[in-house]
């Protein structure tokens, strides 16, 4: 048993674990205003003081708490300060989101982004400071040996919440993987046992959280020409001749778009959908219904729909239908993606089809 799979073990017997998992974030910002409103001297000198360089703090006592207010997940107030929590367990911290939260509230505010896991981007710079599980674990620690023998109860509570915590701390920073070395294995036994305990979310999340941002600093490396971008699904006419790389969980999966557009109403891509590489031209206007021919001609010309690190035979769908389609307006066809494709093998797969994919209108209009 490794070291992973025996602290899933000990995760199982946590009882607040096990209520955790109906609604992970917001169980967390339940339990921390529950703290805050329990023991507001005691938990506000210490939130505090893990504060006090970035606030002067002129009373330490929480005066009340907020849940689920206007988009923030918590609030906690001092006499003339307020905390601003955004809460990340299941995902991984939006710059862009931090940053329009923060303009939607009062600049005087301290921003704390409460994450297991620190994000690839310095939170500073957009006035956010950052508060980890295990700090939090920390100051819990402290406020249990502050309470007395008469709390024993709320003691255990706060013992089994530090010890489960810390654990989701250590199995989270362990998902980080190695680009060189480590394969594009992510649906493999360890998959399997995070689902088991209902965490295969966050496992999948962090996985292809770091996953866009090795493509994202992979392409901006080799394609100078071009502007590389990451976020959410964009509009596609203010974003063309530049490649966008978003990230969705679907249905238990991780599913990455590369998007690239030199036309009007229409885009070609790439997406990696679980374990398959997908080909896709989605199509909109005039152009939806001219999809099909489009897809028909770069195809036959190897100009897209086809995989040259596969036999033609190996790619899908197969018997004798041309193409997958998702709705109306997408078109696709695939190819597995060995369990044996190291990360870096992949990203040198995805530079060679953005290359492709800038090419596709020049020669796709040659005879």
């Not at 893990?50 to 988009?71: A, D, G």
């Not at 885009?267 to 028909?296: S, T």
């Not at 089809?353 to 020669?363: E, F, G, M, S, V």
Request: hydrophobic share 35%; glycine share 4%; aromatic share 12%.
């Amino acid at each position: 048993m490794n070291e992973n799979h025996r602290l899933i073990e000990e995760l199982k017997k946590s009882p607040l674990f096990n209520m955790s998992l109906s609604s992970k974030e917001l169980f967390h910002s339940n339990f921390i205003a529950w703290v805050s409103e329990t023991y507001p001297l005691k938990f506000g000198k210490l939130l505090s003081d893990y504060f006090v360089e970035k606030n002067k703090f002129v009373s330490t006592e929480i005066k009340c708490v907020h849940r689920e207010s206007r988009n923030l997940d918590l609030i906690i107030e001092f006499e003339s300060s307020k905390l601003i929590i955004e809460n990340k367990v299941k995902s991984v911290p939006d710059r862009q989101q931090l940053i329009d939260y923060k303009n939607k509230s009062n600049p005087n505010d301290l921003f704390v982004l409460l994450t297991l896991i620190r994000p690839p981007f310095d939170t500073t710079e957009i006035g956010w400071e950052i508060l980890t599980y295990r700090d939090l674990g920390v100051i819990l620690d402290n406020l249990k040996n502050l309470l007395s023998d008469n709390d024993s109860y709320n003691k255990s509570l706060l013992n089994d919440y530090v010890f489960f915590i810390n654990n989701l701390t250590c199995i989270t920073e362990s998902l980080k993987f190695d680009t060189e070395t480590d394969c594009y294995n992510f649906y493999n036994s360890d998959y399997g046992i995070y689902k088991e305990i209902r965490l295969h979310d966050l496992y999948i999340k962090y996985k292809y959280t770091q996953l866009v941002s090795e493509i994202h600093s992979f392409l901006q490396s080799k394609r100078e020409n071009i502007e590389v971008l990451k976020g959410t699904r964009y509009s596609h006419e203010n974003h063309k001749n530049k490649i966008v790389i978003s990230f969705n969980f679907v249905n238990g999966k991780g599913v990455i778009n590369i998007d690239y557009s030199n036309e009007n109403e229409i885009i070609y891509g790439i997406m990696l959908d679980g374990i398959r590489y997908n080909h896709y031209l989605y199509a909109w206007g005039k152009k939806e219904k001219e999809k099909k021919n489009i897809a028909n001609n770069l195809r036959q010309k190897k100009l897209w729909f086809s995989f040259d690190f596969i036999p033609e035979n190996e790619s899908y769908p197969k018997k004798g239908k041309d193409f997958n389609k998702f709705g109306n307006s997408m078109i696709y066809r695939s190819a597995k993606i060995k369990s044996s494709t190291t990360i870096k093998e992949l990203l040198n797969r995805i530079n060679t089809d953005t290359i492709r994919l800038q090419n596709i209108k020049t020669n796709a209009n040659k005879v």
